[in-house]
């Protein structure tokens, strides 16, 4: 079955410190890759995508991720991280084909940015 | 736009009751989601729905029943609570996307609601 990883489940940073976030999958097919984050208290909303095109995805509020199919790997970087950027981040899956229409999400990396 | 409502915002429930968590969005999206989020294990999915009118289930379904009559609404039944279902609940919607000028399409990417904290005592 397909499964994402995400191998830091806490870090604290101190603020402009850089950040990356590893994500795995397993699926070895087409994938659509996605990055959540969650602010105390709030829903998730999206960080950034990617479907096709450019592995070098960029999103919302300076963060960006790498697409490297051949390590099935999808980490999110932010070169210089904000007091603000302290949440919950999820990397999540689909499966780019019709008729799957699940969601895979790793177990969510929480970030604590020391002011 | 309100997106996805979801309501109650929380609720205190004796196990044993009944519940219905309701869920609405407003973005005519065909597939809608129920997860449940617990520490250290985020987010698991319980039941989805591609379409109205088809449901399916998901990771952790047992105890827990949706329906879909409409686009709109998608709303998941506790039948009988118990505390192991003390949880925060959230509901998500997706959109097929027809690619431009070529076959088949993809899945957007999943839109949330605010969450609903349940607590069965």
């Known amino acids: 079955a397909q499964s994402v990883s995400q191998h830091n489940h806490h870090v604290i940073l101190s603020e402009a410190a850089s950040l990356e976030l590893g994500c795995n999958y397993s699926?070895?097919?087409?994938?659509?890759l996605f990055w959540y984050v969650q602010y105390p208290g709030q829903h998730l909303q999206l960080l950034l995508k990617?479907?096709?095109?450019?592995?070098l995805v960029k999103g919302i509020k300076g963060f960006e991720a790498e697409f490297i199919k051949s390590k099935f790997s999808f980490n999110l970087r932010k070169p210089s991280v904000q007091w603000s950027d302290t949440a919950e981040y999820f990397c999540?899956?689909?499966?780019?084909?019709?008729?799957?229409?699940?969601?895979?999400f790793g177990t969510g990396t929480r970030l604590k940015v020391l002011a | 736009i309100a997106g996805i409502t979801q309501a109650p915002t929380s609720q205190i429930l004796a196990a044993g009751r009944r519940m219905t968590l309701r869920c609405t969005q407003d973005?005519?999206?065909?597939?809608m989601y129920w997860y449940r989020q617990d520490l250290g294990l985020g987010l698991r999915l319980i039941h989805y729905?591609?379409?109205?009118?088809?449901?399916g289930k998901g990771e952790v379904p047992d105890g827990y029943s949706v329906s879909r009559a409409n686009t709109d609404d998608f709303p998941l039944t506790l039948a009988s609570a118990v505390p192991s279902q003390t949880s925060v609940y959230f509901c998500?919607?997706?959109?097929?996307?027809?690619?431009?000028?070529?076959?088949?399409?993809?899945?957007?990417?999943?839109?949330f609601g605010p969450g609903t904290r349940l607590t069965v005592t």
């Open positions: 973005m005519r999206h065909n597939a």
């Open positions: 990617y479907f096709s095109g450019d592995p």
């Open positions: 699926y070895g097919g087409t994938v659509n």
């Open positions: 999540a899956v689909n499966e780019d084909t019709s008729g799957t229409y699940k969601y895979i």
């Open positions: 998500a919607s997706s959109d097929y996307l027809p690619r431009t000028g070529a076959a088949g399409g993809e899945w957007s990417e999943q839109y």
């Open positions: 729905s591609n379409t109205a009118g088809t449901t």
